[in-house]
């Protein structure tokens, strides 16, 4: 019988979590086929979420645990995930239900066929706003062209991986993490599913603007040198514009014999000059930083906890 991990990353998620469960034991129940555990990390949850996961584990001794020592962010909660999973596939499911567990058994189906990677793909977006979903279609938009790799747009972390996979995201331990990004990165043999994306069971979203906008910055600066040679471009068409602009007034003033008033010209040369300079710098600092930050090495995540048997990531190997 082959061993299927089911990963949940939670925050906060207190109110979710017995729908969640609800869902995924009539699914395992249906497969009888394949031995299920439900891998569950806690990033650093301050509503109960931990006390709700621990009630859970008194009924199924399926349900497994790693509580993290404080909240790290959903990205390094995967990573402590892909550590921690075992089995033959691991199948990465948020706890808010906006992805419908029901797909699993497609995706095994079509894992069974030899697909390594099955990947979810929202055909629609229902409960977000529409500046959401707009910003959500430029942002792929520009990602695509500006990546070195093909991200597919409207996908998250929904998706079915095959233990080969998730022993080679197992090696990619750097801090500013872009799963999505890394997904592609590895390869492997992949295979795409529509659905129509449900709103939250219960709860609210934990992606705000900001992390929602430091995300995309990630996705950018960690697979495309763009944004720097984008800089350089505008810094010399710039420079030519100011050479152009220079030689104009010269010749008007020296040539034509025109009586020219150039501050008006000059300050506008200068605060294109300036804001280019900035711009430059700004971007240059955006990767000086990543640079500083991955030159710490410092270990991604601590665990305050562990529960279930759970395999420790030194002694994880394939079982089957």
């Known amino acids: 019988m082959k061993q299927i991990c089911i990963l949940i990353p939670t925050y906060n998620e207190k109110e979710v979590l017995p729908y969640l469960y609800e869902r995924l034991q009539r699914i395992s129940n249906q497969l009888t086929n394949y031995d299920f555990s439900f891998l569950l990390i806690n990033d650093g949850s301050t509503d109960g979420t931990l006390e709700t996961i621990n009630s859970l584990r008194q009924q199924d001794s399926r349900i497994e645990l790693v509580n993290l020592s404080r909240n790290y962010g959903k990205e390094i909660a ?28 497609q995706m095994l189906e079509y894992w069974e066929g030899g697909y390594e990677d099955v990947y979810a793909k929202r055909s629609s977006r229902e409960g977000e706003t529409w500046l959401k979903k707009w910003t959500s279609k430029k942002y792929y938009k520009v990602l695509q062209k500006m990546a070195t790799i093909d991200i597919p747009k409207d996908t998250g972390d929904f998706r079915l991986l095959d233990y080969k996979c998730i022993e080679a995201l197992r090696t990619m331990r750097e801090s500013q993490r872009y799963t999505k990004g890394l997904f592609s990165f590895i390869g492997f043999r992949k295979k795409e599913i529509l659905f129509e994306r449900e709103s939250r069971v219960a709860g609210t979203t934990k992606w705000n603007y900001r992390k929602l906008v430091g995300l995309a910055a990630d996705g950018i600066t ?35 014999e025109m009586n020219v008033s150039g501050i008006t010209g000059i300050v506008s040369v200068m605060m294109l000059l300036s804001g280019i300079q900035l711009l430059s710098i700004g971007l240059l600092g955006e990767y000086i930083g990543r640079m500083f930050i991955e030159t710490k090495n410092r270990p991604l995540y601590f665990v305050s906890s562990e529960h279930r048997g759970i395999v420790r990531p030194e002694k994880s190997k394939r079982i089957g």
Do not use: C, W
């Open 222 to 256: 960690s697979f495309s040198i763009a944004p720097l040679r984008l800089a350089t471009i505008l810094g010399f068409s710039i420079l030519t514009l100011g050479m152009v602009l220079l030689l104009v007034f010269l010749l008007k003033e020296f040539v034509f």
């Open 78 to 105: 995967m990573m402590a995930g892909f550590d921690y999973a075992h089995g033959d596939a691991v199948i990465i499911l948020d706890a808010d239900l906006q992805d419908p567990p029901e797909l699993i058994s």
